[in-house]
């Protein structure tokens, strides 16, 4: 079944802890992506990847990291989370062929105290 | 760079009656528009996309219509049903060889019986 998985799905942590949230995709999609959803802003854009080693900040990227080592993965790093990083957090997946279908994780729910 | 604005923010409507969602976007070289569907506690999927080649496509009960001169786009759905309840999303995406969506602030949609 092609899918994009990340994990956790909910995390409470401290301000100041580093943490990570994994992304894996098993289609073999060149392009991932991390979104941020709050309340009345839509999905805002943390960074992309359009393939391995190949990363690029997004329209919020402040306060976050990301890597992408293997193609199927693409984790989101906290290096020292603060609270108004409380959101939703989803993982995206698409191909290169131009214009297709983005394919969403299930989302994390990640609250900073 | 694109910038997607979205209305209504949230849309009431009785069981059977037509819901039309609205987006204007800024970037005229924007040619791949898509709107997702976010269930409650799910996350956005794909229902229909429209590329700038076309002004109309259908399917079933939803319709995407485009006017590029006017840079806006709609969603309607005829014979609402309370499973169409959700937010929806558009997005706007320039053909650049990946996929860098930006998308609108969401329509909350409720469907009452």
């Known amino acids: 079944e092609a899918q994009v998985t990340q994990n956790p799905r909910y995390l409470i942590t401290v301000t100041g802890k580093k943490l990570t949230v994994t992304c894996s995709q098993n289609?073999?999609?060149?392009?991932m992506s991390w979104y941020r959803q709050d309340p009345g802003l839509g999905l805002r854009q943390i960074y992309y990847?359009?393939?391995?080693?190949?990363?690029d900040k997004g329209d919020v990227p402040e306060g976050y990291k990301v890597s992408r080592k293997e193609k199927r993965n693409f984790p989101l790093i906290l290096e020292s989370p603060s609270p108004n990083q409380t959101s939703l957090y989803f993982c995206?997946?698409?191909?290169?062929?131009?214009?297709?279908?983005?394919?969403f994780g299930q989302g994390t729910r990640l609250t900073v105290v | 760079g694109e910038n997607v604005e979205q209305h209504p923010s949230t849309l009431s409507v009785q069981e059977g009656d037509s819901a039309v969602i609205k987006c204007t976007y800024s970037?005229?070289?924007?040619?791949?528009f898509p709107w997702y569907k976010q269930e409650l506690g799910k996350r956005p999927q794909l229902i229909i996309d429209?590329?700038?080649?076309?002004g109309e496509k259908k399917d079933q009960r939803i319709a995407v219509t485009l006017n590029k001169t006017a840079k806006h786009f709609s969603l309607h759905i005829t014979e609402t049903q309370p499973e169409d309840s959700a937010v929806y999303f558009c997005a706007a995406s320039r053909n650049t060889g990946f996929q860098k969506l930006v998308f609108g602030t969401g329509t909350r949609l409720l469907v009452s019986p």
């Open positions: 995206a997946s698409s191909s290169f062929d131009r214009n297709t279908e983005a394919f």
């Open positions: 990847s359009m393939n391995v080693e190949v990363t």
């Open positions: 429209i590329r700038s080649n076309v």
């Open positions: 970037d005229s070289a924007s040619n791949y």
């Open positions: 289609m073999n999609h060149e392009y």
